[in-house]
Nanobody, 119 residues
Framework: VQLQASGGGLVQPGGSLRLSCAASGSIFSINRMGWYRRAPGKQRELVAV???????NYADSVKGRFTVSRDITRNTVDLQMNSLKPEDTAVYYCNAFVLNRTGVFMDYWGSGTLVTVSS
């Protein structure tokens, strides 16, 4: 299973970015899909995830500013980030909890995309 993310870059404070991630490979179904991030000098943390039923979970720091959405038929997940702050600067990682075609659940990670919020 491969996760391909795109959409990172440099944006000014208050600006917006949209991250996209597509999963491909030996996938039977995806239970949970979403985004984590690692800021410089910090541990990786959850940003936003959406489960197969459409339920979402957000970090308190991004509630009201970020929106996660998922297309189950295309195995994709997007993260719309608005009102970005310098503290949102981090490498963002796509994550998927996948039931693969051998009947095993596994966690998969994308390679990360850098988001820099700076004036």
């Amino acid at each position: 299973v491969q996760l391909q993310a795109s959409g990172g870059g440099l944006v000014q404070p208050g600006g917006s970015l949209r991250l996209s991630c597509a999963a491909s490979g030996s996938i039977f179904s995806i239970n949970r899909m979403g985004w984590y991030r690692r800021a410089p000098g910090k541990q990786r943390e959850l940003v936003a995830v959406v489960n197969s039923g459409g339920g979402t979970n957000y970090a308190d720091s991004v509630k009201g500013r970020f929106t996660v959405s998922r297309d189950i038929t295309r195995n994709t997940v997007d993260l719309q980030m608005n009102s970005l702050k310098p503290e949102d600067t981090a490498v963002y990682y796509c994550n998927a909890f996948v039931l693969n075609r051998t009947g095993v659940f596994m966690d998969y990670w994308g390679s990360g995309t850098l988001v820099t919020v700076s004036s």
